[in-house]
């Protein structure tokens, strides 16, 4: 089984664009992203995926390996998707070009889920974690995913689901957190599957599987994922590495 990451690098972000290429101790964060998911020494081959000459420049100038997106693309999937054409691999995992403190666990993590899926059926493995805060768990920028008995997902939302209606019931919230991994299959019908209501709706690519019959499976994991959205996460981030 040939195991290949991608991590889509997309220049300009809204929020604050070009984080990618910010500075984070000594090498961009990009940088730092592509050499965390290299030595976690899972990985057959890892590619950052950008329409971007500057970081193309940047991720070759420090010895790694670029694929050029041909056309735009609306999402990451889309992205590598397109680019998973052009190369060998039975499971491609997207690591996000944000996150330069990716673990090697999580990793291993998604990859068991194919090892032991003997009959093939598992399209689609991403991670969780869990919410217990409320505030957390209204928010609607934190997606919500609700499993079946085998930690497979039966709906992704931006709402608090399942809803509270008994107060005394127990129940679990749990975080997605979008680091996929992909059957090669799934990743190169992505694009050509429809866009139906519900995603177009929640504006939540994972629901596309879904909405086309994929089985998707969760891994809880322990691991916050801590990526860069903003200029004080990237400050939060400086010290994080100054402080070891």
């Not at 050029?68 to 997207?94: Q, T, Y």
């Not at 996150?99 to 991670?127: H, Q, Y």
């Not at 997902?153 to 019931?169: C, G, L, N, T």
Request: aromatic share 6%.
């Amino acid at each position: 089984m040939k195991v290949i990451a991608m991590i889509p690098a997309r220049l300009q972000a809204t929020r604050f664009p070009k984080k990618l290429l910010r500075d984070l101790c000594g090498k961009t964060v990009i940088t730092r992203t592509y050499e965390a998911t290299v030595n976690t020494g899972l990985f057959d081959a890892v590619y950052v995926v950008t329409d971007s000459d500057e970081i193309k420049a940047e991720i070759e100038n420090n010895g790694g390996q670029v694929i050029m997106s041909l056309k735009e693309h609306e999402c990451g999937s889309d992205r590598i998707s397109e680019a998973a054409d052009m190369v060998a691999g039975d499971i491609i995992i997207n690591v996000q070009g944000d996150e330069p403190f990716t673990r090697i666990e999580p990793l291993e993590d998604l990859i068991e889920v194919f090892k032991n899926d003997i009959k093939g059926e598992i399209a689609v493995a991403s991670l969780v974690h869990t919410m217990e805060d409320w505030h957390e768990i209204v928010n609607p920028n934190n997606v919500k995913v609700v499993l079946d008995n085998n930690n497979c997902v039966m709906y992704f939302s931006r709402a608090p689901i399942p809803h509270p209606r008994d107060k005394e019931v127990d129940v679990k919230y749990y975080k997605h957190i979008g680091i996929y991994a992909f059957r090669r299959h799934a990743l190169l019908n992505f694009p050509k599957m429809k866009m139906c209501q519900n995603e177009a709706t929640e504006k939540l690519e994972g629901i596309r599987f879904l909405e086309h019959g994929m089985k998707m499976k969760m891994v809880e994991t322990p691991f916050k994922v801590i990526g860069i959205d903003t200029p004080e996460d990237l400050e939060k981030a400086k010290q994080l590495l100054q402080n070891g």
